[in-house]
């Protein structure tokens, strides 16, 4: 039996990776960008968009993929025991938490607040580009946490305990800032420094990060959709159509130079494969199909599996396996199963996936279905979304087995066979943001209840989580401004838009 001591925070691990990625050749400087107070936005920006892309690749995507079901561990390993025994205490992946704030966060609110001394240079665009970003992270640290810091939030030594905000009061603070994002991304004054080539994420082009912000609100928009706020959503929704912008026409993605050296590798690549040989870390070997998953993408005969999941080394099959710490090991050891596919793990230096446009075309059609957008057709929406996870995937002739796929007559495959528009949506997120930012599919399993049907691990207790815990380093600084949680907690207070 193989073993390995798991971290219990991924804090340490991160930071490592985080560092080494900064000092890649792409972003080599004199300065130290990692200490704002001796940097500039321009030196700042890169390494916060690489610190963010990194935290949605890696640790974000893992816990999304356990929690729904697309993963599973491999009877040779005892890795990962605290995901199908959803074991959520103060040290289960604080690195979601505090890589958010010690990082990311701090980054970004200096590009803010940055001003040049001799007034000859403006930071706008750098401005709209930081609370964009900021934007995407604060919305899942209130989907995941609930109440978080904010107003008092990212003032360094001026306040280093910070009182919690209430969650909702948060969500709308943001969505007023991403709507500002947009508008100045929009109007950039005829001064303001283009980020160029130090923006990772679209090269400076400032329409995208309005498209982008655009984006991340109406996801916000429609995660309110049980709240009984349909007035305010749809006057949200005017003032999106009102800057033109509209919302993002391709994949958002990050690179700020992978490389095929250790560390520099794109991350979600990177937590898979060793650099140089290509060889399986040991990560890679341990992180399989779960049964389910594979049986369901055979069951409606959808070719996005053989992107998704590689074939068995053993028989050459597509298998997975349940989610379990006992599993037995004849035929479920890694070399039985399915792992991680060729769709997902492209190359060293491939493109980190951000935001999918198909999960965008997604979020459109369900805006359109419950009257929040009041143009366009869901049905065509939905049908673009599933022709943008092939080409994302890489499926041969994508458009055309697109077609071929969302032609059967089957519920939650074919729009005008599901009776339920909103499963048949949501489902086809879970399958399209299978590998790739997949803490969102937990999140809208607790919103919506889909995909129908997913199973529970048998020692998890039977209930799926609807939160993450406060990490204990938090708790520990912050004792008197962290709410008091239990762990049975994490299974009880759901969000506040549930």
Partial sequence: M???????????????????????????????????????????????QTDFAALNARTMTYVGQFFMYNWATPSNWSANQDYPRYNITTTFNTGIFETSYVAIFKNLTYIENYEDATGAVDYSAYRAIAKTIKGFQYQYLVDIYGDIPYTEANLRGANTTPKYDDAETVYTQVIDELTAAAELALNLPGNAEDPASQDVIFGGDMNRWAQFANSIKLRMLVRLSNTGQDAYIKAEIAKIDANGAGYITEDVTANPGYSDNTDKQSPFYGFFRNPSTNSQTDRGDYTVASDYTINYLTGTDDPRRERLYAPAATGGAYKGVYQSTTLPGTGFTSNDLSKVGPGLLVSHDQDQNIMLLAECLLLQAEAVQRGYITTGNAKDLYNEAIEASFATLGVPNAVTAAQTYYSQALPNVSWDASP???????????????????????????????????????????????????????????????????????????????
């Fill in 420 to 498: 339920n528009k909103i499963e048949a949506i949501i489902t086809q997120k879970w399958v399209a943001l299978n590998g790739n930012s997949s803490i969102e599919l937990w999140v809208e399993y607790t919103r919506t209840g889909y995909p129908a049907g997913l199973p529970i691990p048998a020692e998890s207790g039977g209930v799926r989580p609807v939160r993450l815990l406060y990490p204990a380093s938090e708790i520990a600084r912050n004792s008197a401004n962290v709410p008091t949680l239990t762990n049975q907690d994490a299974f009880t207070k759901a969000p506040f838009w549930k």
């Fill in 2 to 48: 193989k073993t390995i001591k798991l971290i219990k925070s991924t804090l340490l691990a991160l930071s490592i990776v985080i560092m080494t990625v900064s000092c890649s050749d792409f972003l080599d400087v004199n300065d130290n960008p990692n200490d704002p107070s001796i940097s500039t936005p321009s030196l700042t920006l890169p390494v916060a």
